[in-house]
């Protein structure tokens, strides 16, 4: 991958967006992140393109997650869709892998966002 890891996050609140933020500046990955809040700025960003990575709460008002990750597979099926919520527990999160999103990572486990997004860009790293 050339350049840094661009990761479109399509999230409602601030102040979880810099949490995520901070934990993808631990991990040591080069990348560079925009954050979305409403449909209108998400459809607009992923028409710009080049996107390695997308990352969505469940809950955006505005954004029912199982019609975007649908609309996401369909247009830009090699770009990793990963759910990071805090309002869903693992049964609805491995409902929505089952449904096309890449990897469930809960709000409260961000430690596995890194290892997930190692696995489904084949970064160098631990994985596990």
């Not at 350049?3 to 990348?31: M, Q, T, Y």
């Not at 992923?46 to 975007?68: K, Q, R, T």
């Amino acid at each position: 991958m050339d350049g840094p890891l661009a990761i479109l996050h399509i999230e409602d609140n601030e102040a979880d967006f810099l949490l995520v933020e901070r934990e993808l500046k631990r991990s040591g990955i080069d990348f560079r992140c925009r954050w979305v809040d409403n449909q209108a700025a998400m459809l607009a960003a992923l028409e710009e393109g080049g996107w390695d990575l997308v990352l969505s709460d469940y809950a955006v008002p505005g954004i029912y997650f199982p019609e975007n990750l649908a609309y996401l597979k369909r247009r830009w099926p090699m770009v990793p869709v990963i759910l990071i919520s805090g309002t869903i527990g693992e049964t609805k999160g491995s409902v929505m892998v089952r449904l096309g999103a890449d990897a469930f990572v809960p709000k409260g486990h961000l430690a596995d966002l890194l290892p997930a997004i190692r696995r489904l860009l084949d970064l160098p790293g631990d994985a596990t």
